[in-house]
């Protein structure tokens, strides 16, 4: 069906070439992550396989089993072959038994060659390819619910926080915010954990400004979310994190126990968590690939560019790591549908025309990505702990969001950077959402910006801004050999955050794929994307 002509006066040809350089500038990053591999993508497939628990110091048992087949053959060939191959050969009964045992050092693994190899690949493929079956089964056991309780009755859909660092204590707050209206359940990850290069085992109660992601959180919340979904009649969506060190095992988990968004952000840990940009961009491939299978949303992380960065200065940066962030998305497998791009209302108040301004950035995301459920994000930078004047930026957030036909509207607090809400805070807050959802919801029918008035200029302008970017990205070759996006980070193009692709945590767990590297994941997320 043809696209209906632009409100804002943007030419389709721009469009066309925003998403060509796009493309050209993110091509030679996914060609860079299909020739290395990690320990957390090599560990999320030990996962897949039915690995799980830890020892009595906590240490995964992935985490023991992957150390030890590093340590005799390197990571370059994958750990499914020795693994397998160390099964077959009858070092363990299963995969449990094996990693205690090379735990203690009591195995030693090697690359099989010939029919060993033949065999390892064969068995390595059957028991990756039942986990990936469950992520299946979980996606149909999303659909099947949604069509008998029901979904959401609108959109955008409301998504509300908890935090609590309790999983016990969360899972109330979770569903009284549910019963109030939201839509969405944010389960916020502690603070640091994207720094663990191991997940935390079992369900935790001392977290620290939130709650640890674990599989058993996970199973637990989902399943309060099931009774809250049947009680209410409409089926409540749980978000949680994969972002950080962990970003592979922690999609695998969110998969297998039926989680339904993930921030999921190219560039976040990069930027904001100093994570090698190379792990970054090979883990969040693997993780998309899975989310893309399991059926899951991403959440981008864009909105956080503009905590560090003037949000009218730098609204072309947005612009362009969406387009980004659409292609790495596209290319590992992901639908329109599952395209939570972010954006935030972050614009200085005292900004003359600032709601002006903020209006033409979410119209133009809006109009670049009609067919994405983008994540529109609240007031936090310019929140000054007046909460009568944050009511009202609250207000007006969610008045854009009315406009523009977000898909998830995240719940702005009046008391953000003030205290850790309460319930009452974010009765209200809801509220604020549902008074602005029907008295404004359709506005969007009958606002049509003037073809040469502030609006629609301001929104032509960032966009040819994003396209000047990219073109000049594209163009570097300061550092030869080095996508030239890597350039551009580790020069601080985004967020104002310099990162160079040979810094960073998490740069020891990057290893460059040997001829023969085998990973049963992969081979079937790759075989099989929808």
Same mark, same amino acid.
């Given at each position: 069906?043809?696209?209906?002509?632009?409100?804002?006066?943007?030419?389709?040809?721009?469009?066309?070439?925003?998403?060509?350089?796009?493309?050209?500038?993110?091509?030679?990053?996914?060609?860079?992550?299909?020739?290395?591999?990690?320990?957390?993508?090599?560990?999320? #497939?030990?996962?897949?396989?039915?690995?799980?628990?830890?020892?009595?110091?906590?240490?995964?048992?992935?985490?023991?089993?992957?150390?030890?087949?590093?340590?005799?053959?390197?990571?370059? /060939?994958?750990?499914?072959?020795?693994?397998?191959?160390?099964?077959?050969?009858?070092?363990?009964?299963?995969?449990?038994?094996?990693?205690?045992?090379?735990?203690? &050092?009591?195995?030693?693994?090697?690359?099989?060659?010939?029919?060993?190899? #033949?065999?390892?690949?064969?068995?390595?493929?059957?028991?990756? &390819?039942?986990?990936?079956?469950?992520?299946d089964r979980q996606r149909v056991a999303r659909e099947r619910m949604i069509a008998k309780v029901g979904d959401a009755p609108?959109?955008?859909?409301?998504?509300?926080?908890?935090?609590?660092?309790?999983?016990?204590?969360?899972?109330?707050?979770?569903?009284?915010?549910?019963?109030?209206?939201?839509?969405?359940?944010?389960?916020?990850?502690?603070?640091?954990?994207?720094?663990?290069?191991?997940?935390?085992?079992?369900?935790?109660? *001392?977290?620290?400004?939130?709650?640890?992601?674990?599989?058993?959180?996970?199973?637990?919340?989902?399943?309060?979310?099931?009774?809250?979904? %049947?009680?209410?009649?409409?089926?409540?969506?749980?978000?949680?994190?994969?972002?950080?060190?962990?970003?592979?095992?922690?999609?695998?988990?969110?998969?297998?126990?039926?989680?339904?968004?993930?921030?999921?952000?190219?560039?976040?840990?990069?930027?904001?968590?100093?994570?090698?940009?190379?792990?970054?961009?090979?883990?969040?491939?693997?993780?998309?690939?899975?989310h893309a299978r399991a059926g899951i949303i991403i959440n981008t992380g864009e909105d956080n560019y503009l905590t560090t960065a003037d949000a009218v200065e730098a609204a072309h940066t947005v612009t362009t790591s969406q387009l980004?962030?659409?292609?790495?998305?596209?290319?590992? &497998?992901?639908?329109?549908?599952?395209?939570?791009?972010? /954006?935030?209302?972050?614009?200085?108040?005292?900004?003359?025309?600032?709601?002006?301004?903020?209006?033409? /950035?979410?119209?133009?995301? %809006?109009?670049?990505?009609?067919?994405?459920?983008?994540?529109?994000?609240?007031?936090?930078?310019?929140?000054?702990?007046?909460?009568?004047? &944050?009511?009202?930026?609250?207000?007006?957030?969610?008045?854009?969001?009315?406009?523009?036909?977000?898909?998830?509207?995240?719940?702005?607090?009046?008391?953000?950077?003030?205290?850790?809400?309460?319930?009452?805070?974010?009765?209200?807050?809801?509220?604020?959402?549902?008074?602005?959802?029907?008295?404004?919801?359709?506005?969007?029918?009958?606002?049509?910006?003037?073809?040469?008035?502030?609006?629609?200029?301001?929104?032509?302008?960032?966009?040819?801004?994003?396209?000047?970017?990219?073109?000049?990205?594209?163009?570097?070759?300061?550092?030869?050999? *080095?996508?030239?996006?890597?350039?551009?980070?580790?020069?601080?193009?985004?967020?104002?955050?310099?990162?160079?692709?040979?810094?960073?945590?998490?740069?020891?767990?990057?290893?460059?794929?040997?001829?023969?590297?085998?990973?049963?994941?992969?081979?079937?997320?790759?075989?099989?994307?929808?």
């Open positions: 069906m043809a696209r209906p002509t632009s409100q804002l006066g943007i030419d389709r040809a721009d469009v066309r070439r925003a998403r060509t350089l796009a493309r050209q500038v993110g091509k030679p990053i996914v060609d860079l992550a299909t020739q290395h591999t990690t320990v957390s993508v090599e560990r999320a #497939t030990l996962r897949l396989a039915g690995l799980s628990g830890a020892d009595p110091d906590g240490t995964p048992w992935v985490n023991r089993l992957a150390d030890a087949v590093r340590a005799d053959v390197g990571l370059e /060939h994958g750990v499914s072959l020795p693994v397998w191959d160390a099964l077959l050969r009858g070092e363990g009964d299963d995969l449990t038994t094996l990693a205690q045992k090379a735990a203690a &050092g009591s195995v030693t693994f090697r690359v099989p060659e010939g029919k060993d190899a #033949t065999r390892a690949t064969a068995a390595s493929r059957k028991a990756v &390819g039942a986990g990936i079956k469950q992520v609108s959109k955008p859909w409301i998504y509300l926080i908890v935090a609590t660092g309790d999983i016990m204590e969360d899972i109330p707050q979770a569903q009284a915010a549910a019963r109030e209206g939201a839509d969405v359940i944010a389960v916020i990850r502690s603070t640091g954990q994207s720094l663990l290069d191991f997940v935390p085992e079992g369900a935790t109660r *001392e977290g620290f400004a939130g709650t640890y992601a674990t599989q058993e959180n996970f199973r637990l919340m989902r399943a309060a979310l099931d009774e809250t979904s %049947r009680e209410l009649g409409r089926y409540v969506r749980l978000t949680n994190y994969a972002s950080g060190l962990c970003m592979p095992e922690i999609a695998a988990l969110a998969g297998l126990e039926r989680l339904d968004m993930m921030l999921n952000d190219s560039m976040y840990g990069i930027l904001f968590r100093d994570i090698n940009p190379i792990r970054t961009f090979v883990d969040q491939r693997f993780s998309r690939q899975v980004l962030n659409e292609y790495f998305a596209k290319e590992a &497998g992901l639908e329109d549908w599952q395209l939570g791009l972010g /954006h935030a209302f972050e614009i200085d108040p005292e900004v003359p025309d600032s709601f002006r301004l903020e209006l033409a /950035h979410a119209m133009l995301a %809006r109009e670049l990505f009609p067919d994405a459920p983008l994540k529109w994000m609240p007031p936090t930078r310019h929140m000054t702990g007046d909460i009568f004047k &944050g009511y009202l930026l609250d207000g007006f957030f969610n008045l854009v969001g009315a406009m523009t036909g977000q898909g998830i509207l995240l719940v702005g607090m009046m008391t953000e950077a003030v205290v850790t809400p309460w319930i009452s805070d974010r009765d209200l807050a809801l509220q604020n959402v549902r008074y602005v959802m029907n008295a404004a919801g359709n506005l969007r029918e009958d606002f049509h910006p003037a073809p040469e008035g502030f609006i629609a200029s301001r929104a032509r302008e960032v966009l040819g801004e994003a396209i000047g970017l990219l073109e000049e990205i594209k163009a570097d070759r300061s550092t030869p050999g *080095e996508p030239p996006l890597l350039s551009a980070i580790a020069d601080g193009t985004f967020g104002l955050m310099k990162r160079p692709a040979d810094k960073g945590k998490g740069l020891d767990g990057v290893a460059r794929k040997a001829e023969g590297y085998y990973n049963p994941a992969t081979e079937i997320l790759e075989g099989d994307q929808r």
